[in-house]
């Protein structure tokens, strides 16, 4: 069942640019855009500037010049490394988080298209006001999950023969909470957050795969920034759907 949810969760992104490229929600996408474009810039300055310091500081302890060069140049990578990932975890949730009011018209109005069903528009202030609070404080409980499993990892990554194994794990893990999170924005019309959690445990595939691209579209240099999120969020509508009541038969895909 996982296996199948997670290659189902990969698939529907390309389901999900024909439904964008049919339905153009690209007013949805522009403040997301700037949002994940500020946020990402942010981070990569902070990941360069303290691998330079910090690494700095750690190489200055070695006080032989045999090897100092090596520790030196090893100490920035380790730093660098340690900041993208947690940077990584920050910007996702950050993003999510803020871009919650936005991204929730898109799952609706994608959700109308599949499925006939007419809904309420998110457009009044109160509205906006209680999909920012609800996106920001899942975002806040699932970052604090992500990291208390993501922080050991990190360090165990430098274990020699471990790199492979955590490497995966945290793989998975950035990848779960991401599609978690883009999942929210569908669940939040049918369920409060601890049922929205118990949803997402009797579904980890379906995150998994969804998150997993979204990691891996957020590398492509700044326009994975830019349009991942509303692409992800598109495709986990698709496949968020179909878990909650609806034949798969009934969605006019």
């Not at 009011?101 to 007419?118: A, D, N, Q, V, Y």
């Not at 360090?155 to 471990?162: D, E, Y």
């Not at 991942?228 to 969020?233: C, G, K, N, V, Y």
């Not at 698709?238 to 798969?248: A, N």
């Given at each position: 069942?996982?296996?199948?949810?997670?290659?189902?969760?990969?698939?529907?992104?390309?389901?999900a640019l024909?439904?964008?490229?049919?339905?153009?929600?690209?007013?949805?996408?522009?403040?997301?855009?700037?949002?994940?474009?500020?946020?990402?810039?942010?981070?990569?300055?902070?990941?360069?500037?303290?691998?330079?310091?910090?690494?700095?500081?750690?190489?200055?302890?070695?006080?032989?010049?045999?090897g100092?060069?090596?520790?030196?140049?090893?100490?920035?990578?380790?730093?660098?490394?340690?900041?993208?990932?947690?940077?990584?975890?920050?910007?996702k949730?950050i993003?999510?988080?803020?871009?919650a009011?936005?991204?929730?018209?898109?799952?609706?109005?994608?959700?109308?298209?599949?499925?006939?069903?007419?809904?309420?528009?998110?457009?009044?202030?109160?509205e906006?006001?209680?999909?920012?609070?609800?996106?920001?404080?899942?975002?806040?409980?699932?970052?604090?999950?992500?990291?208390?499993?993501t922080?050991?990892?990190i360090?165990?990554?430098?274990?020699?023969?471990?790199?492979?194994?955590?490497?995966?794990?945290?793989?998975?893990?950035q990848?779960?909470?991401?599609?978690?999170?883009?999942m929210?924005?569908?669940?939040?019309?049918?369920f409060?957050?601890?049922?929205?959690?118990?949803?997402?445990k009797?579904?980890?595939g379906?995150?998994?795969?969804?998150?997993?691209?979204?990691?891996?579209?957020?590398?492509?240099?700044?326009?994975?920034?830019?349009i991942?999120?509303?692409?992800?969020?598109v495709a986990?509508t698709?496949?968020?759907?179909?878990?909650?009541?609806?034949?798969?038969e009934?969605?006019?895909?």
């Open positions: 069942m996982f296996i199948l949810d997670f290659t189902k969760g990969i698939l529907a992104y390309g389901k024909v439904l964008i490229k049919k339905l153009k929600p690209w007013k949805f996408f522009f403040i997301p855009a700037l949002i994940g474009l500020l946020i990402g810039s942010i981070i990569i300055a902070l990941a360069y500037s303290s691998s330079e310091f910090i690494g700095g500081k750690i190489a200055s302890i070695w006080t032989f010049e045999t100092k060069e090596f520790i030196n140049t090893t100490s920035k990578w380790v730093v660098f490394f340690l900041v993208i990932v947690v940077g990584l975890s920050i910007y949730h993003l999510m988080a803020l871009s009011p936005f991204m929730t018209p898109i799952s609706e109005r994608i959700e109308t298209h599949l499925t006939g069903k007419k809904l309420t528009k998110t457009n009044t202030p109160t906006f006001i209680k999909l920012l609070s609800r996106g920001i404080k899942i975002n806040i409980r699932i970052f604090f999950w992500e990291m208390l499993y922080l050991p990892l360090l165990l990554s430098f274990i020699p023969g471990l790199n492979l194994v955590t490497t995966v794990l945290l793989l998975y893990i990848s779960y909470y991401a599609g978690f999170g883009n929210d924005y569908t669940m939040e019309r049918y409060n957050s601890s049922e929205s959690i118990s949803f997402v009797q579904h980890k379906v995150a998994v795969g969804n998150g997993f691209l979204f990691t891996l579209l957020l590398f492509i240099p700044v326009i994975g920034i830019m991942t999120l509303p692409i992800s969020t986990s698709i496949e968020t759907l179909k878990k909650i009541d609806f034949r798969q009934d969605l006019r895909l």
